[in-house]
């Protein structure tokens, strides 16, 4: 018995495809230092449990389908604070950040149709679209000159009669790149000129660096009724486990559709929207440690990079990743024998190659992502051994 025809074309996460060999890494006695994946390591802040503990439910039962209003009023505090005026009635609360997306490409796009998205994009956006017959068409960018976007006659050649939405990570994922205001203000004009919906990935919308700030769509007040903004607890509060996200934007009709998609799937887990409550009613002072603390870590890895040998990696200025091209025949060939045939003291590192990153095939070939989620002395250590690897390496270039 087959599962459907286009089960079989869905992709396995480029990040999470080569656990088996860390597993087996494992098993063998080796220490893998973790820097595949955005999952960071600073402790989730106490007021979280604190508030699912303290919650008196005698019975756990469905929450409203467009989230616990309390959760809502939270949120829309939070977006005030950052001078954003989304109304409690301008947000759905989802299953982290990821719901959100699969829901904006939903709403904005019918089968066929196409997404603008710069690549290399967060992987997963692929898995979101692809269910629909989303098309992504990349908007291609390059380590080479630190992932710019190229100008505005370069983005209006890439719009056809199918596009409907402009999607992007700010800060990104996985270049780690703070589009500058001028930027998001060209794409806000070309959205509004073109007829397009803006999907704002903004999860990572604290963490920037060198005294940067990411602006928001949000903030373009002319074209709200076109913008989408994603956001989650996940990175925002180190809570990637609650999985709490949402949705959020003035455009009414998106709002009414999202509502029956929430509807659909009954509502978000209760006691987590209780616990993320708590995280966005947290002082905003709670992120400026935070930052200090990811920004070393950034300046630890890209200085460690920036000394390797044949390694090119611009400092990225937000989000905590980075992309490295590294002197290699081929990425995922490298991050296999870094698991499978590689090892300094029992220690080894696990990387991201970034091709399944890039719509446009052969992009990325010989590039990785690095998470810089590890304390400073985890990363100097990371970094040690991959200068070693990269020496060792029979497919050095
Ligand atoms: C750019 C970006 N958007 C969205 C997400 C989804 O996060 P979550 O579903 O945990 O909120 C991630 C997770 O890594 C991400 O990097």
Known sequence: MKASKRSYDLQASPIRKLVPYANEAKKRGIKIYHLN???????TPKVFMEAVKKADVEVLAYADSNGW?????SISKYYKRINLPYEVEDIIITNGGSEALQWAFLLTCDPGEEILVPEPFYTNYRGFA???DVVIKPITTKPDDGFVLPGREVLESLITDKTRAI???NPGNPTGVVYSKEQVRMLSDIARDHNLFIVADEVYREFCYDGKEATSFGSMTDILDRVIIVDSVSKR???CGARIGSLASKNRDIMTAALKLGQAR???PTLEMIGAKALYDLDPDYFTPIRERYEARRNIMIDALQKMDGVLCERPGGAFYAIAKLPVDNAEKFAIWLLTDFQVDSKSVMVAPVENFYQTPGMGMDEVRLAYVLNTDDLAEAMRILEIALKAYPGRT
């Open 130 to 132: 692809a269910p629909y």
């Open 69 to 73: 209003e309390p959760l809502r009023e």
């Open 237 to 239: 509060f180190s809570a």
């Open 37 to 43: 994946i955005g999952q960071p390591d600073i402790e």
């Open 266 to 268: 009954l509502c978000v």
């Open 167 to 169: 999607a992007l990570s």
